[in-house]
């Protein structure tokens, strides 16, 4: 029954897109833009990354892209990655490739389906994907330290999107008493 509910993100998505921007005394799109806003505050990155991919505002790539890079930095610190390795990829050129990822992350074999369709008709077969291997989303890199280095951004950039949601929820709630 929870495959139903509307995530944050396509409520903010929604929000965004609305015309209706009139304040009411419940979680409407002015409430849910305002609660993004405060949220942005402390968390810029993961708004920006909100706006880019679930309202497709390409304003936002920038400032995007820029905070990916720091988190590619500061794994990239930790993990002690070289800045730039034996093929020349910079770390710098290697968090646009991640963000660019992150936005377009479908098979496009079998759009983001898992399974491979019956030739010359509409229907989907038993045959798992052999490109995505049944997950529907596209394999980032050949390479498996890219593969993996990948892996870590956009495990950091999954829980900046978490946080995030959770802190735009909590606001709504606290404003309505129910995270709507």
């Known amino acids: 029954m929870t495959e139903n509910r509307v995530t944050i993100q ?3 998505a929604r929000a965004y897109g609305s015309s209706d921007l009139r304040d009411y005394d419940m979680p409407c799109a002015v409430q849910k833009i305002i609660a993004s806003g405060m949220v942005g505050v402390r968390e810029g990155v993961a708004l920006s990354l909100f706006r880019l991919k679930y309202s497709n505002d ?3 790539y920038k400032e995007a892209l820029v905070g990916v890079r720091r988190y ?7 993990q002690k990655w070289p800045i730039e390795d034996a093929h020349g990829l910079a770390l710098a ?3 646009k490739r991640v963000l660019d990822y992150w936005l377009d992350d479908v098979c496009k074999p079998c759009a983001g389906r898992g399974y491979e369709k019956v030739p010359y008709t509409p229907m989907l077969s038993d045959k798992l994907c052999e490109f995505c291997e049944g997950e529907g989303k596209a394999r980032y890199a ?6 993996a280095r990948s892996r870590d951004v ?4 999954a829980e900046a999107e978490r946080r995030a949601g959770a802190k735009m929820i909590a606001k709504l ?3 309505f008493g129910a995270g709507d």
Do not use: C, P, T, Y
């Open 10 to 12: 396509e409520k903010l």
């Open 58 to 60: 390409k304003s936002a």
């Open 72 to 78: 590619v930095w500061r794994i990239g610190a930790k």
């Open 93 to 95: 050129e290697f968090a």
């Open 142 to 147: 050949d390479d498996h330290k890219w593969r």
């Open 154 to 157: 956009l495990e950091m950039i």
């Open 173 to 175: 709630a606290q404003n």
